[in-house]
């Protein structure tokens, strides 16, 4: 009832007094009601009111014996079918009301009693909100419906909905897959029919056992043509057409399936070597590190990077430059042991992920390696090109928290061993494992601090842009701007390990503002191109807390001739708590010019409400842990809906990042996530191509 008092009532009186009709409005006035009102004294101007003014309600005041009031009833609801009509009358006969009632009236008050007037005309208005409310529901229902069915028919996998164990519908990968036409082919067809008959029995006992919840089962299919293959069934309640029902989703996994097979290993190779590529790599080493930490093993990490590449191309050329790289790729495959993986990792740096720990078996295949590029000589022509490379060397400790730790461990060791003059190695935090071969490493955040001040003067950042894609049909071209440090030999330092340093001495003001002036210009260069593209850009505590942010946006804006609507800037979770008031006055000034507003690193904090209540916020982007095995982990995913009805319920859109795979996308869809941003629609890339298509 509450809303009904704080929204306006649009209200039509029909009473051939005016005096009678606003003594009703200050009647319901006085009862705290909002009311705009129309009144008609004359049966010829009705229709016209009803047009033009749109009521909410209308109230038909009666005396005894009104000439045409049956008519008038009549003409009101058949001019407006979803108003409220309530009669008022004063001695009106009871036959007569009740056939008011019959006829469409939702009531009938007497005109001495205002008290029951203002119930029934809270009542009604309640009401009529609801049947808004209703009718808004069932078309996103209906869209949501729509979208649903249209990902189910874009689907790569096979998607089937069964009742009582028979075909309600299936996608047409799931007909194609078992050789039917269309769907009156399979409509009603029992789901065993598609089951070899070796596995009937254990799927019939599967199927009594399944209960409302997700589950999967490993089966060997048949096809109508009696082809059997090897799949997993994944099972999940659904509802179709109305009616509750399972889904199934079929992941084939029979040899013959040659296609998905081939697109699987693309997906994991580097098209130019034939090595698995970078992301197959990091993720190989997050399952590594895992298992090995489990069970207290450990293993070694190479990055080997070719020394002074750039020279090395200019002067031979890309293309035979590019053959070099080729050329290592057979022999370094040969140097190293069944179980390691070997990767390009960047354009001229390779890993290896081994099992070799120890000192000697590390110093035999870094020398292998050695030899195998001093042995292959890049040439174009007349044009020789001597090669050699500096290898890194990280081993997995305790220490070591995750994949990209790892990582960068090694690629320390690299850098290290390129100071040496290159042509050289160097290990991580060998301790006494593994002999001394010269520089300790103690130097690194001097020499990450140096180099990011060198980037500073000269321009050696680089930025790459990550798409943001709509699950709800925005085609908008959102992107994340991210920043990669250069260091001398034109390998990239990622984030996570160079703003730490930079954080500590006090160089992140200086990182933004690069950022935000260079993201400018290119998204001018976009907008210029004709492309809708808008930009998500990181802002760190420092920016926070200096008030000269904002002019310096501004100024930014103004020299390239952009619009602040084009830029949303993210701040992360803790740093908007730890700085609220700078936070606050920052928001409001960037609001101001037009920029949006995104909360990175949403939910992290229990306490998630709070920020969505003071300030103005446009997105929420939701911590990456809630993310990590979320298709498995249902506390995570109560979670998630919660923090995503919460964000909605606030009028905020929300964005799911890292995400890695389809089961997630799944999730996220279900859940109403609006956005989504992550390796499995593409990594962080130098141009800004993603293929953004309308649904």
């Given amino acids: 009832m509450n809303s009904s008092q704080t929204e306006t009532i649009k209200l039509l009186i029909i009473d051939s007094s005016l005096?009678?009709?606003?003594?009703?409005?200050?009647?319901?006035?006085?009862?705290?009601?909002?009311?705009?009102?129309?009144?008609?004294?004359?049966?010829?101007?009705i229709f016209e009111s009803l047009e033009s003014n749109d009521p909410d309600l209308i109230l038909l005041l009666v005396e005894q014996n009104t000439p045409g009031f049956t008519d008038t009833l009549k003409l009101c609801l058949r001019a407006r079918q979803d108003s409220r009509l309530i009669v008022i009358y004063q001695k009106e006969d009871s036959t007569d009301l009740i056939q008011a009632m019959r006829d469409g009236a939702r009531d009938v008050v007497s005109g001495d009693d205002p008290d029951h007037l203002q119930l029934v005309v809270k009542r009604e208005f309640h009401d009529l909100q609801i049947c808004h409310q209703l009718a808004q529901a069932q078309e996103k229902l209906r869209e949501a419906e729509e979208r649903c069915s249209a990902l189910i028919a874009s689907s790569r996998d096979a998607i089937a909905y069964i009742h009582e164990g028979m075909h309600m519908h299936a996608n047409q990968i799931y007909l194609d897959m078992f050789g039917y036409l269309d769907m009156d082919e399979i409509e009603g067809l029992p789901i065993l029919d598609t089951i070899s008959s070796k596995d009937h029995k254990r799927f019939k006992l599967f199927l009594r056992t399944l209960k409302e919840e997700s589950c999967d089962l490993m089966v060997k299919c048949q096809s109508q043509d009696g082809e059997t293959f090897k799949a997993k069934l994944e099972f999940s309640p659904a509802t179709f057409d109305g009616e509750p029902c399972t889904q199934i989703i079929i992941r084939d996994y029979s040899e013959n399936r040659e296609l998905e097979h081939k697109l699987e290993?693309?997906?994991?190779?580097?098209?130019?070597?034939?090595?698995?590529?970078?992301?197959?790599?990091?993720?190989?080493?997050?399952?590594?590190?895992?298992?090995?930490?489990?069970?207290?093993?450990?293993?070694?990490?190479?990055?080997?990077?070719?020394?002074?590449?750039?020279?090395?191309?200019?002067?031979?050329?890309?293309?035979?430059?590019?053959?070099f790289l080729q050329e290592l790729a057979k022999p370094f495959q040969d140097a190293v042991t069944e179980g390691d993986i070997i990767a390009r990792f960047g354009d001229h740096t390779f890993t290896i992920l081994s099992d070799k720990c120890s000192a000697s078996e590390i110093e035999t295949l870094v020398e292998q390696l050695r030899t195998i590029v001093g042995s292959h000589n890049c040439h174009n022509g007349d044009k020789p090109g001597a090669a050699t490379c500096s290898i890194g060397i990280a081993l997995l400790g305790d220490e070591t928290e995750n994949s990209q730790e790892f990582i960068n461990h090694a690629y320390?060791?690299?850098?290290?061993?390129?100071?040496?003059?290159?042509?050289?190695?160097?290990?991580?935090?060998?301790?006494?494992?593994?002999?001394?071969?010269?520089?300790?490493?103690?130097?690194?955040?001097?020499?990450?601090?140096?180099l990011i001040q060198h980037a500073l003067e000269k321009d050696r950042f680089r930025m790459v842009f990550q798409p943001i894609v709509s699950l709800q049909g925005d085609s908008r071209e959102n992107y994340a701007v991210l920043t990669r440090l250069l260091d001398n030999h034109d390998n990239e330092i990622q984030p996570n390990y160079f703003t730490e340093c930079a954080e500590q001495n006090e160089q992140m003001l200086e990182i933004d503002r690069w950022v935000i002036k260079h993201a400018i210009i290119e998204l001018t260069k976009q907008r210029a191109e004709k492309r809708k593209v808008n930009f998500f850009i990181s802002l760190s505590a420092s920016s926070i807390q200096d008030e000269g942010t904002l002019l310096w946006v501004c100024d930014?804006?103004?020299?390239?001739?952009?619009?602040?609507?084009?830029?949303?800037?993210?701040?992360?979770?803790?740093?908007?708590?730890?700085?609220?008031?700078?936070?606050?006055?920052?928001?409001?000034?960037?609001?101001?010019?037009?920029?949006?507003?995104a909360i990175d690193q949403f939910g992290s904090n229990q306490k998630a409400e709070t920020l969505l209540k003071h300030l103005p916020v446009d997105y929420v982007k939701f911590?990456?842990?809630?993310?990590?095995?979320?298709?498995?982990?249902?506390?995570?995913?109560?979670?998630?809906?919660?923090?995503?009805?919460?964000?909605?319920?606030?009028?905020?859109?929300?964005?799911?990042?890292?995400?890695?795979?389809?089961?997630?996308?799944?999730?996220?869809?279900?859940?109403?996530?609006?956005?989504?941003?992550?390796?499995?629609?593409?990594?962080?890339?130098?141009?800004?191509?993603?293929?953004?298509?309308?649904?």
């Fill in 556 to 597: 930014c804006l103004r020299n390239q001739k952009a619009k602040g609507a084009w830029l949303t800037f993210q701040i992360k979770d803790k740093d908007v708590r730890n700085h609220t008031q700078s936070a606050k006055k920052l928001v409001d000034g960037l609001k101001r010019i037009k920029c949006q507003i």
């Fill in 623 to 695: 911590d990456v842990g809630l993310i990590e095995e979320l298709a498995t982990t249902q506390g995570k995913q109560d979670r998630l809906n919660e923090l995503n009805a919460l964000a909605l319920s606030h009028s905020i859109r929300t964005i799911a990042m890292g995400i890695e795979d389809a089961n997630s996308l799944a999730i996220l869809w279900t859940v109403g996530v609006n956005y989504i941003q992550g390796y499995f629609l593409q990594g962080p890339a130098e141009n800004i191509g993603y293929e953004f298509t309308p649904h």
């Fill in 412 to 450: 320390q060791a690299c850098v290290a061993a390129k100071e040496k003059g290159g042509n050289e190695i160097s290990f991580y935090n060998a301790g006494e494992m593994v002999p001394n071969y010269g520089d300790d490493n103690t130097g690194d955040e001097v020499r990450i601090n140096k």
């Fill in 265 to 323: 290993l693309l997906s994991n190779q580097d098209p130019l070597t034939g090595l698995a590529n970078h992301q197959y790599f990091m993720g190989e080493i997050e399952q590594h590190i895992i298992t090995l930490k489990k069970s207290n093993c450990s293993c070694s990490l190479l990055y080997l990077s070719i020394d002074e590449f750039q020279k090395i191309r200019t002067t031979v050329g890309i293309v035979a430059s590019d053959r």
């Fill in 19 to 45: 005096n009678d009709a606003e003594a009703k409005v200050s009647t319901l006035r006085n009862a705290g009601l909002a009311i705009h009102s129309d009144c008609v004294t004359e049966k010829s101007d």
